[in-house]
């Protein structure tokens, strides 16, 4: 990623504290940063140990290489208006965004954020993305709010130089009130070859899988609390083909963590839920590296760490106004993302990685 002079206008930056970085520092595990931006951050991707992409409101995109140490912050040339509500990166010089809401567009840059191409752009009334992931370097699928009854899916099969609608007639139908949160990046997990799933929220709270890249699918409800439009799944995450987890909420209520968590071992076709869950609303659950055998959950109201995949939680933070996480697969680098510019580096509290 290089300082950029075209259509990402980058200003290199280090670190003094706004209001919601102070509070998360406060945790003494995470590092903050300040970036040259206010926008609100909601998805984060750590490619390894030094890179690491961010991307947000005005259509803001931040990012490192140099393992969190310094950050670029800029906004893309005809973005401005856009929300992009997921990233997804292959090294520092391949990186991909999504925004939400109408239009809704994906933008590829292959020069470290030089420049920038829209690659897909959909102006279909109701459209909103919430969330896409990668299976390989070529594969990829993004998942929407449902469109005349169905679910709104694109897939790629070139690492998002082109993006097709996947058939009408083959994406899941959904059940009136029901839709996906765009909170974190996160609603959508991949794995292995083909596998697939994405959870729900709004009047039930159900996870939808696919064991063909996203082309026929299965729901399964989920014991999340799902009463009203601001309840449910807002991230999920599978550590194989048998072993998953979702969290969420309400992001009305963020205090209250009544019926947040279930896990599934058989794949996602049936849930239980996590009691105690973590203590309040969260919007994503990532692996704190590929063999950590620890997980993360993080929220608007703090922060929780599991060793038993995701049996147990126990607090780490109960400050800072976090959006997303992630950490590289060896565990080196973590990076949250949330409201106001709010980037901060994992310190290595409980691991002692940095």
């Not at 930056?13 to 903050?32: N, Q, V």
């Not at 997980?295 to 400050?319: C, F």
Request: charged residues 20%.
């Amino acid at each position: 990623m290089r300082v950029v002079v075209a259509q990402l206008t980058a200003i290199l930056i280090l670190g003094c504290a706004s209001d919601p970085i102070r509070e998360i520092a406060a945790s003494e595990r995470w590092l903050p940063v300040q970036i040259a931006s206010e926008a609100s951050l909601r998805a984060v991707f750590v490619v390894d140990a030094n890179t690491a992409w961010a991307s947000g409101s005005g259509g803001t995109v931040v990012g490192t290489t140099d393992g969190g140490t310094t950050w670029f912050a800029g906004t893309i040339s005809g973005a401005e208006t856009l929300d992009f509500r997921d990233v997804h990166a292959w090294d520092a010089d391949r990186a991909l965004v999504i925004s939400a809401g109408l239009p809704a567009k994906v933008f590829l840059t292959e020069n470290a954020g030089a420049s920038w191409r829209e690659v897909y752009t959909n102006e279909t009334k109701g459209i909103f993305f919430n969330s896409m992931a990668f299976w390989n370097e070529d594969r990829g699928i993004a998942v929407g709010d449902p469109i005349d009854g169905r679910f709104m899916l694109i897939e790629t099969r070139d690492g998002g130089a082109t993006w097709v609608e996947i058939p009408f007639d083959s994406r899941p139908m959904a059940l009136e009130g029901e839709a996906n949160f765009a909170a974190s990046g996160t609603c959508l997990a991949v794995q292995g070859e083909g596998r697939v799933w994405f959870g729900t929220g709004g009047v039930v709270a159900r996870v939808f899988r696919s064991g063909d890249w996203g082309h026929s699918w299965q729901a399964s409800k989920t014991p999340l609390r799902s009463e009203e439009a601001s309840q449910g799944i807002y991230s999920v995450l599978f550590h194989d083909e048998s072993n998953g987890i979702v969290v969420g909420g309400d992001w009305l209520n963020e205090p209250d963590g009544t019926a947040n968590s279930a896990f599934s071992q058989d794949g996602g076709q049936t849930w239980l839920l996590v009691e105690p869950g973590p203590p309040g609303f969260r919007e994503c659950v990532v692996p704190m590296g590929e063999n950590s055998g620890q997980l993360m959950t993080v929220g608007p109201t703090g922060v929780d760490i599991t060793d038993d995949s995701g049996l147990t939680w126990r607090p780490v933070s109960s400050t800072g106004r976090i959006h997303a996480a992630a950490f590289s697969n060896d565990g080196t680098l973590g990076v949250a993302v949330g409201a106001e510019g709010l980037v901060a580096v994992w310190s290595g509290g409980e691991r002692g990685t940095r």
